[in-house]
C-alpha cells in the first residue's frame, strides 16, 4: 500500500471520531480515518438481528466478561456504535458531570462549560422525539404503569429525521442499521460531510499498535492479509474503550502509563418479559418512545426503558426450559418488555493476556446488583397494575456502552489522557471516545462523546470553532409527549 503523510489519522469512526474527522477535515486538515469494519449502504443493512450482530459487531455479537456475567456489545462498522444503538441523545447532567470534575481534577467538565459543545453538535443533527400517536403497545403499558405508580416520565429524544410510524415506518431493524438513513448515525451524518472536505476512508483496517516519535506517529495493522502501515503528524484513537485500550496496551505503553486499563465502567442492563392476554405487538412501529425521568431513581442509580427485539434476541434473552420457551415464543405479540439500566460504579480492569488479547474483567458489585433489584421491582409493579399474566426475568445481563480504561484527567497516575486529548507525555497521540470517561454517567453517552470531540477538535486546531448548523433547516423541534 502506498505511503501518505496525513495531518491527522483517526482510528474508530464512531460518535467520536466521527464528527472529529468532521470537523478537522473541514479546517482543511488532510484526514485518514481507519476502521476495522465495512461500510455500507443503508438499503443493503441486514434485516435480521441475526445477520446484524455478525457482520455488524465484535465477536459475532457479544463478548462476554471473564465471569460472563455480562455479554457486552460494541460495534464493528463504518460509524461504529452509532450504526448499532438506538440513537438516544441526551445531554449529562450535574450529577454525572461533577463527579468527573472530582475525579479528574479538570475543572471544565460542567453543565455550563460543556454546554456550548453540545450545542454545536445538536446544530448538526435532527433530534426528534416520539409522539404520542406513534406510540406502540409496549411504550402505553409502560407509561400507563408510570401513571399508575406515581412515577415521572419523559420522551426520549433521538436522533432521526423520518421515522413517522404513520406513513408506516416500523423500526424494529434500528439496532441493526437504518435502512432508510433516518437514525443520525455517523454513517449517514459526520462521515459523508467529512468526505465532501476530502476525509479519506480504509475499512477492514485492523489496527494493531502505534509508535510515537518526535516528528509523527506510525500507525501499523493490516488490510485483509496486507500488512499496512500510515503516517500522520498526529493519530487520534477514537476505536472505543476496548479498541483504544487495546492499541495502547498492544504498543507497549502499559508501564508509561499506569492509569492504562483501569476504570472501565459500562451501564449493566436487565430485561424483563411479561406476557399479556390481549397482544401488545411491541415489535411494530417506533422502537422506543418514553424513559423514566423520576428523580427518585436517578438518586437510586437506575433508570427504566421500554425497548423490544426481535424474534431472534426474545429467544436469546427468554428464559424457561424448552416446553416453557416454545410456549413463550408462540405467544410472542402478546410479549412486553422493559430493562433496567444501572449506573454502575464498581470498576472494572482490562490488559493485555499472553495471547494479545484484551482481558476484560468485569464483575457486577454489590451496588449494581442492589440497583438492578430495586429497578426490577419496579418493573414487576408496573406489571402487575398494567394487568400482566406473567412475568420473565431475562436470565443474561447485557452491558451496554462501554467506558473508561482511558481515563482523561490531570493527574498522570490516576489518568491515561491530559485536559488537552493527548496521552500523557505523547503529545502527537491523542484520544477521543469513550474511554475517556473517569465514571459512569447513568446516562446514554453518544451525545456527550460527540460534544468532546468538538471540543478536541478546537483544543487540536486550536481555535474556536464556527457552527456548521448543518441541520437547520430540517425538522429539529423536539415534539411534545405527553408526560
Known sequence: MTLSRYDYIIVGSGAGGGVLAFHLSRAGKRVL???????????????????ASARL??????EPSHDASLMLM?????GGGTVINQCLLDRFDSV?????????????????????????VEADLSLQSIPESDWNGNARIYADGFDQLGYRRAPLRRGQSRCDVSAGNDCMRCLGGCPRSSKQSMAATFLPRAEQHGLEIVTGCHVHGVVHGSAGVTVYGRVGQEQVQFFGAQCVLAAGTLGSSRILMNSGLTHALPALGKGFFCHPQFVTFARYAEPVDAHRGSFQALKSDDPRFRAAGFKLENVFMGPVAAAYLLPGGAQMHQRLMRGYRHLACIEVAVRDVTPGRLSLGRNGQLNIR???????????REGLQVIRDIYRVTGAKEVMQAPTGIGLHLMGGCAQGVQRDTSVVNPEFAVHGMPRLHVVDGSLFPSAPGINPSLTIMALAHRAAEALLGCTLPSAGIARGQSIAIAEASA
Not at 480515518?33 to 445477520?51: C, H, I, T
Open 33 to 51: 480515518v481507519l476502521e476495522a469494519g465495512q461500510r455500507w449502504q443503508a438499503k443493503d443493512y441486514p434485516d435480521n438481528e441475526l445477520d
Open 362 to 372: 468485569k464483575s457486577l458489585g454489590a451496588p449494581e446488583r442492589r440497583r438492578a
Open 57 to 62: 459487531m465484535w465477536s459475532g455479537g457479544v
Open 74 to 78: 460494541r460495534g464493528r462498522v463504518l
Open 96 to 120: 454525572a458531570l461533577d463527579d468527573w470534575a472530582e475525579r479528574s481534577s479538570i475543572d471544565s467538565f460542567n453543565v455550563t462549560a460543556l454546554g456550548r459543545h453540545y450545542d454545536a
